[in-house]
Every structure is written in C-alpha cells, then in structure tokens.
C-alpha cells in the first residue's frame, strides 16, 4: 500500500527556470510532509518542511505547497541550478514516532 | 564530523552469511531509525529507537534481522544467514526527540552474492 506516491519518475527542466515536483498521499492523518533531497552514494538530505495545517512554506528557492482537498504536494525551486540535479523523495509523518513513509522519488536533471 | 556516521559504507558478503552494521547517531539525539531502500524506490521503514527502547519494527524487519541501541548511543543492526533480496542500501538517521524529520547518515550498501 503506497501512501505516498510521485508519479513522475524524472524530470528535466532549463538552469534559471521553474522546477515543479509533485506528490500525492492516501492518508488524511499525516501531521507533516517533508521533501528530501539525495544524490548518489549519499544518503537523504532534508530541505523543507510543511505542517497539514497550512498550506504554503517557503525557504529561499524552495516552496512547498500543499493543498489537503486534493492530497497533493508540490515542491517548486526557482530558479533552477545545476547543483540541484539529484533524487528528490516526498515523505510524510503522522504521530509522534516522527517515522518517515517516502515516496518513489524524481529525479531531476537541471540543464546549464 | 558532527553528522550520522554509519560503518561500513560498503559489503559484499556471500548468501547465507551473517553481516553487522553499526551506526553513530547525532550526539544527543535520542531517536534513532533505520531504513532500507532498494533500487528504484524510496527508504523503507524497518525499525525506531528512542534512548535505548526498540519502540516500533516494520514488517519488512524478518526474524532474520535484529537491531539494537544498547546504551542509547551507537546502534547496529544484524542479518542473519543472508539471503540476496538483503541486498539494498541501509540508512540510519536521527533526531532529538522535538524535531521533525532526521537526520540521515551515508548508509551502508549491502550486495548479497
């Protein structure tokens, strides 16, 4: 039972462009999505967070959006670096073990 | 280095072989969790610490597994007799016990032959 799904296995888009990466979840009782970046041989590195009781969070470049009638989360990075080329995996949290269920995961490729 | 430490990074070990990963926490961060993920699909939740209580084990943690945390510090996890469906990235992570989201180390790539 995959409660947490990115459907787009990759993604390529333009260095200074948008990036738009997206997730759907099952669950309605999530208390909080995360996005997780990873590159090669490392393991996840976190990069921003959202409660379910809002709708937006913005850090820098990065911007989640989440709407809860839909049980769809978006990440957007503007603008688009080579750097950013990597493995990015949604994951949710429901209850206080903090235990993360992830998603298959994007690969995105940012073109210079 | 201040950040999840797991050793070793890499093992080749022939089936039916029994094989221990050992990992550093984050100094203080009492919650401490393992993965697996397997080409293709995201980390997999196998098992949770908080100090030195083993408080939750996936399904996908077989009898074959044991992990441990003896005195709320470093912790291992252990394969017996492995099979090559073991064969996957093991990832230990860590959080202090207000956080959201962890901490993840490097992992461990285990290859089953």
């Known amino acids: 039972d995959q409660q947490v799904k990115q459907n787009s296995p990759s993604l390529s888009v333009q260095e200074g462009r948008i990036s738009i990466l997206n997730c759907d979840y099952t669950n309605s009782m999530f208390d909080y999505f995360l996005w997780y970046k990873k590159y090669p041989a490392e393991g996840p590195t976190f990069l921003i967070s959202i409660s379910s009781i809002k709708d937006k969070n913005e850090d820098g470049r990065f911007t989640v959006f989440l709407n809860k009638s839909a049980k769809h989360l978006s990440l957007h990075i503007v603008p688009s670096q080579p750097g950013d080329s990597a493995v990015y995996f949604c994951?949710?949290?429901?209850?206080?073990?903090?235990?993360?269920?992830f998603g298959t995961g994007t690969l995105l490729a940012v073109q210079p | 280095d201040t950040g999840v430490s797991q050793d070793p990074r890499h093992k080749i070990t022939k089936r039916g072989q029994n094989v221990t990963f050992r990992c550093d926490p984050i100094?203080?961060?009492?919650?401490l969790y393992w993965y697996r993920q397997t080409l293709g699909q995201g980390p997999e939740f196998l098992t949770y610490f908080q100090n030195e209580a083993q408080l939750e084990k996936s399904r996908l943690l077989s009898d074959r597994f044991s992990a441990e945390r003896p005195k709320g510090s470093f912790s291992t996890l252990e394969i017996q007799r492995t099979e090559q469906g073991d064969s996957a990235m093991y990832l230990c992570?860590?959080?202090?016990?207000?956080?959201?989201?962890?901490?993840f180390g490097q992992g461990t790539r285990l290859t089953v032959v």
């Open positions: 992570a860590s959080s202090p016990g207000t956080a959201i989201g962890a901490f």
């Open positions: 994951a949710a949290i429901r209850g206080a073990t903090n235990k993360l269920i």
């Open positions: 100094s203080e961060h009492n919650r």
